[in-house]
C-alpha cells in the first residue's frame, strides 16, 4: 500500500543527462527503513572518537563537565531542528541532497552547494583518517618497539591508514557492513573503560569534579562562561550542520515520516550526550592525573603503559574510525561530485575524490589544539552549512510547502532551470550576502589575532550557524517573493 505523503518517479528519467543510479530516487519498495535503522545510524556515526573531543575540547577551553555536557545537549536539540526538516522530502521523494537543491538553487546551481557540503565531508574523512592514523602509530610502536625511531613513523602511520580506507572503498561498500555491526559497541566499551580508569585514578567522582574546577582557576584563556558558551555551542550545532543538510541521502529509505523523525529524535541526542559525557569525565580527571587536560585519547592512552591494553585500545580507535568514515564523510561528497557530472563520475569515483581531498585538506592542522578544532574548524564551516540550510528550509518548507516536481528535477529545461541557464542567482546571493558578516571573523582566529577584548566582527563570527542561517532564510524568501512555480506533481 502507497503512504499517503509519498511520491514515486511515474516515469523512467534514465535518459536525462541529470540522472545516474546514484542520483535516481529511491522506489517506495526501497523505503524500508525503520524507527531503529535510522537510530542505529545515528549511534554508529556518534559513537566516535570526534564526538569524544568535543567535550574534551570545551574542558581544555575551561568549562567544567555539567557546563560542556549542557551545551552539547542543547547545541544536539538546536540541530536537530533543521535535521528533522531537511529529512521530509529525503522521505517523501526518495531523493538525495544533491537533487533537493536543484529545486532552489536550480538543476546547474545545485553544484555549488553539493561541493561546499562535500568539501567539508572530504575535511572530515582526514580528520577521522588522522586520529585512526595516530592510533595505528601507537599500536605499531607497542608490536614493534623500534617503530618509534623510524623517520616519519606518524606520517608512514597515517597514509597507510589513508591505504586501507581507499581498498575499501575500492571493494565496495559490503565488507564495511560486518564492522558497523560491532564497532559503535566496542567504543562504548572502551569509553566506560575509561571511565572507569578516571573515577579509580582520580580518586572517585569528587577527585573528577576537582579537577575541573583546578582547570578553571589555572587556565588563564577560561574567562566567564557566557564568553565560552556561545562559540562552544556554534561549534557543538556545527558538528552536525553538515549532516542536517545531506541527511536526505540517509532519510529517503525510511518507511514513513513518523520513523525518521522518532529514529534521529532517539538517535542523536542520545548517544552524543552519552558518549560526550564519557569524554567530559574523562579529560576533567586527566588534571587530577597529570597535572593538565590530555583532550586528546590516543595520548592519554597512550601514557598508560601497559601493552595489552594500548593494542585493544588503539584497534577499537582505528575500527571506529573506519566505520565513521564510510557513512558519516563518504556518502554525501561521493554523491555531491556525482552530481557534477553524473554521466561521467561515479560514487565510486566520487568516492576516491574525497579521500584524496582529505589529505590536501591538512587535517593534522586542524586537529593542531582543541582551539583550532573548534575555532577554525567547526565554527568555521558552520557558517557555510548554516547559509545553505537557512534557504533550503525556506524554499521547501515556506516558499513550496512541500511540493517538488520529482520529474522536473531530472529535466535539465524544466521548471528547476530557472529560464533555462540552470542557475537561480537569487539563491546565490543570499548565500554570499548571509556568510559575508562573519568572514572577518574567521579569518581572525584562523590567523589566531583574536585579542583578549574581541571586537564587533569576532562576536559575530562566535554565532556563526545562528547569523548565517537566519541571513539566508530572510534574503532568500524576500528574492523569491512570487516567483516559486507551483509543481504538476
Known sequence: MKPRDFVELPDDMSHSPLWNADLAPTSIAQRTWSVYNIAALWIGMSVVISTYLLAASFIDQGMTWWQALLTILLGNIVVLVPMVLNAHPGTKYGISFPVLCRASFGTRGAHIPGVLRSIVACGWFGIQT??????????????????????????????????????????????IKVLESFAAPLLLLGGVALLLWALRAAGGWSGIVSGAAQLRGENQSAVSFGRIFWPALTANVGYWATLSLNIPDFTRYARSQREQMLGQALGLPTTMFAFSFIGALVTSATIVVYGEPVWYPVDLVSRFGKPVLIFFSMLVIMVAQVTTNMAANVVAPATGFSNLSPRRISFLTGSLITALIGVLMMPWRLMQSAGDYIFTWLIGYSSLMGALAGILICDYWVLRRRHLSLAQLYEPGGIYSYGGSGINWRALVALVVAVAPVVPGFLRAATGEVSAEPGFFDRLYTYAWFVTFGLSFGIYAVLMRRRVQEPQV
Open 130 to 175: 588522522w586520529i585512526g592514523g595516530t592510533a595505528l602509530d601507537v599500536l605499531l610502536g607497542v608490536l614493534w618497539p623500534g617503530w618509534s625511531n623510524l623517520a616519519g613513523h606518524a606520517w608512514i602511520a597515517f597514509f597507510v591508514f589513508w591505504g586501507i580506507q581507499v581498498v575499501i572503498l575500492l571493494r565496495g561498500m559490503q565488507g
